[in-house]
């Protein structure tokens, strides 16, 4: 399934403006839970931690999706590596305790907004864990096609039809 198709099936789930903030917010606070632990491991190769690797990985996926959104979504990333490296340097187990706390935060918030503000949910059906991690890609590329920009991209989002709303709750 292409980008666009994603995006398009995304896109009517997440109507709101409210919403759609918490979501942005919430993908960097899913980041944060994950590296704050992660990065008190430590790879054998030039200080590197494994956050370092999850923070790779993701921008470079985000920019195979969409490379103008995907580098603006590893932005917030630097500020949010460095902070879960502060928080990192606790010990261990207020670490476990602040990356439990920030998920179920998260998760209370995005769900939340789901509910309250859009009326209607997907789970996990929209592109599974992954989209926990790059749901930035899809807000910020809706933010390039308000500006005018990515017109292709828009064009072929909307070729297969409205967007449409299959789930709700």
Do not use: C, Q
């Not at 370092?52 to 985000?62: D, F, R, S, T």
Request: no cysteine; glycine share 8%; net charge positive.
């Amino acid at each position: 399934m292409s980008f666009a198709d994603k995006l398009r099936a995304w896109m009517p789930l997440h109507e709101n403006g409210v919403s759609r903030a918490v979501h942005f917010v919430g993908a960097y606070l899913f980041l944060f839970a994950l590296l704050a632990p992660l990065a008190r491991v430590a790879l054998p190769v030039g200080g590197l931690t494994a956050a370092h690797v999850l923070v790779a990985a993701v921008v470079l996926y985000a920019v195979t999706l969409e490379w103008t959104a995907g580098l603006l979504m590893a932005l917030p990333l630097v500020p949010t590596l460095l902070a879960a490296e502060s928080v990192a340097r606790l010990p261990g187990g207020t670490v476990a305790a602040v990356a439990v706390g920030v998920m179920v935060v998260r998760f209370a918030l995005v769900v939340g907004a789901h509910v309250v503000f859009e009326k209607k949910t997907h789970g996990l059906s929209l592109g599974g864990p992954m989209l926990f991690f790059i749901e930035p890609v899809y807000l910020l590329t809706l933010a390039l096609f308000s500006l005018g920009l990515k017109r292709e991209l828009h064009a072929r989002v909307m070729a297969g039809g409205a967007p449409v709303a299959r789930l709700a709750l």
